[in-house]
């Protein structure tokens, strides 16, 4: 039984590891939190149920369509919404109020849209459930597993391997630096940000699917758990933020299974809270030095 | 002289004519019944449905010729927006109008209560078709409820748990709220306690608005149960069946009449087929009276399809006209008597008050056949 209960919160870990690395990513190029990617989580799984509930076009169309929109409307908002505040080089707070803002924004817009009830969605890679020494593992659980191994192994090698990571590392590291060098920061900052969504609107259709069930509040849970995984990890890190999505995901079956399941999400706060008194940079985090 | 006996004749026709038409004001003066919800915010659509349905009704009663012979019934509006404050100054307005002689409302419980006291006082019968907490009705002789008490529906689940499933090893699965805990408490430590044709073998709580069921699933399938009383509303029940069908396909599901809704069916899906729930009222029902109200009421409000609620409030109104006919007076105090003593026929079912002021109701047992809700014949089990 144990071992079905961590089965089970791997399978919620990965997926919220996949939102986590979206936070770590703006993070680690802005030094921004961004809260609208909790929202931008659920835009992306309307957007898959659009394509593959009402319009019938099958589950890779709905993966695909879900990751250029919702990838295309973070980088609307941070042209709209952010880029302003950095041309005007105001405070740190008040991008981050922003991010609130838009967060509400686009939940809002989900509500007007689709209605703030909860809508059933398809279970995704259905092929049936085996039995592995005990556990019960579902195809959906494989599938799910999976995908998200692929996905973060990709955005992995898009930032250490390719040109675009690279300015995107340097644009961390000191982005006026970068921009004398001739890196154009504001379209490095808009793939991130394209980045980001992706990786939520892929996080949320796998969700969906696993759950069978798409509500626009459901960014809200999801989104500050992963953000509490990120900071875990140790934010802007993105093994960190993987390690962090596993170790949430994981405390929290086993808490709703020994606790009880009205406790569930207090745990994952603990753990986080815990882990910030003796490490405050997360787990994997270095010691920012202030350089004057 | 002939003048002066035309002239007598004349004066004793008017005032003959004055006395009559004194008599028929009194007797055609029409019967005002207040209508009290919340008509804005967000528990609007309530509100509505209960002022929708007695409007509806009223409009119905008068159309075949009122009561007492003859008298309209004319429906008052209030809205107390869900707020007790609201509700109690209503409460006093209704209370000082003396041509009101009964309300039918409040919809929460809370705001329910906090209007009951000055009911209670001026003696003016309160029937609220939502209220469910159990203190509400015993709040004094003038506060009924038309609604059915927890532990009434509670036993009406264990007897579908025994009787349509043969359930020996049942388990329960709260939703974590007031209704639910206690709900799922009755149901547990006061009903199933007492049966010896089954046990509840485990009981599990969930947060509302959560999406993943995996742990609770695996929780409760440690129980090894045959049965799941779910004791949620249909935003829980529809994706839970889902995920535990989705391990263990053969489980018996069973909810309660506030998871009756459409909804239920759109997001359970091909899972949702087997789920039975007890309810006092079918809006497919093939009964005549229940057509001609769910026809009528979609007629008049664009189409909308009449809730359990909704069909309550109309009742709630049908017990007045009742208790006001078989009284023989709309006086107040005697409406009131009479409300103990009647046995109303409605559209959700028979119901009596007893003692308290609560409603005894029999109930429908509903159970999804191809996506359809649909009625089963307890007769033939």
Redo the contacts between chains.
Sequence with gaps: ?IL??IF??L??GIVYALIAVGYSLVFGVLRLVNFAHGATYAFGAHIAMVVIVSANFGLFWGFIASVIVTGLMTMLMDRIALRPLRIKKSKGISALITTIGCSYIIQNTLMIVFGS????FP?IFDYG?FNVGGI?V?STQVGIIAVSVALLLALTYVVHKTKIGLAMRAVQQNSKAASLMGIDVNKVVSFTFFLGGASAAVAGTL?SGY???VNP??GFVAGLKAFSAAVLGGIGILHGAVFGGLVVGLA???A??YI???Y??AVAFIILIAVLIFRPNGLFGKKVIEKV | MAKRVVLVALLSLLIASFAFANGSAETQKPIKIAVVGPLTGDFAEYGTGFKNAVVLHAKQINEAGGVLGGRQIEIVSFDDKNSGEEAASIAERIAGNKDIVGVIGHFASGVSMAAAPTYEEVGIAEISPSASHPDYSSMGEYIFRNNSLINVEANENLNMAADLFHAKRVAVLAV?TDWGVKTADILINDLAAKRDDLEIVGY????D????????I??LR?YKPDTIIVCAMY?IL??FA??YK??DPNINLIGFSNAYSE?LI????EDGNGIVLPAVFFHESPEAKVRNFVDAYMADYDGKIPSSLTAQAYDSLGMFAQAIEEAGTADRTAIKDQLYKIKYDGVAGQSYFDANGDAFKTFYWLRIVDGKFTMIDKTSK
């Design positions: 039984m079905q209960q089970d919160g399978t919620l009830r909860s809508k059933w279970k459930n019960l579902k969700i759950y069978q069930i509040q459901m929290e079956s086993l709703a299974y009880g399941g009205g569930r999400d | 974590k599990e709580e969930i947060l608005g959560l999406t993943d069921f995996s742990s609770t695996t929780k440690s935003n529809g994706p889902n995920q989705d391990v909804q759109k997001l359970a899906q």
